[in-house]
C-alpha cells in the first residue's frame, strides 16, 4: 500500500468523464473518507448509507465526511466519521497515507485516507447513518478490469462515471472513482 501511495497522481474528481460539467462554484468544504482494509486478508470496509439520509441514501460509500471544526484534519475527521459510523475504534486503525482529494459535484473535496485494520473488527452501524456494514475483497478493489464507465440522465444531460458491481452491492460514483484509481496504483 506504501509503495502505491509513492506513485505520482494528481487529484481525481466527478468531472474527469464529463468535461463539459462546470464544478461548483465557490470553495469546496473538505472531508475525509476512511479506506480501511483489514490486515489478515485485505477486505475492504465498505456501507450502505440509510435510506433516510438526505445526501446519498441507499449508496455504498467508505465511511466518512465532512471535516467538523472540531477535526485536527481530514484525517481525524474520516477516523471520527468512523468511529461514529461504524464503531471503529481509531486505536485500531493504522493509517498509512492519504490520495489526492477527489472533488464532487455536490461541492466536497473528499480526501481518502489509506489505512489497515488491526485486530478483530466487529462493526455496529449507526442506525440513523448507515444500513449495513460490509466488506469487498481486496482482489476487486484492487483489480482495474473489476471498474466500467456507465452512465446515467442527471440534471438534463447525460453523465458518466465509474462503477464497480460486486454481487448485490453497486458501488458507483466517487466511490468507485476513488477506488479505480487506488486500483490503478496498484497495477503500476
Known sequence: MR???????????DFDLNP?????AGQLRPAGVLAAFHEDDGRLVL???AATMRHHPGQIA???GKVDPGDADVIAAALREAREEIALPTEQVEVIGTLPAHRT???????????????????????GEVAEVFDLP???IADPACYRVEGRYWRGSWRSYHAAP???YYLWGATARI??????????
Not at 463539459?20 to 461548483?24: F, H, T
Not at 477506488?179 to 503500476?188: H, P, Q, V, Y
Open 138 to 140: 481486496f482482489d476487486h
Open 47 to 49: 456501507t450502505k448509507r
Open 3 to 13: 509503495q502505491a501511495l509513492a506513485a505520482p497522481a494528481g487529484p481525481t474528481s
Open 62 to 64: 467508505l465511511p466518512g
Open 105 to 127: 459535484v455536490t461541492g466536497f473535496a473528499i480526501t481518502p485516507v489509506l489505512a489497515v485494520i488491526r485486530g478483530r473488527f466487529d462493526p455496529i452501524p449507526e442506525p
Open 179 to 188: 477506488l479505480w484509481s487506488l486500483a490503478n496504483r496498484f497495477a503500476a
Open 20 to 24: 463539459e460539467v462546470a464544478p461548483p
Open 166 to 168: 460486486y454481487g448485490p
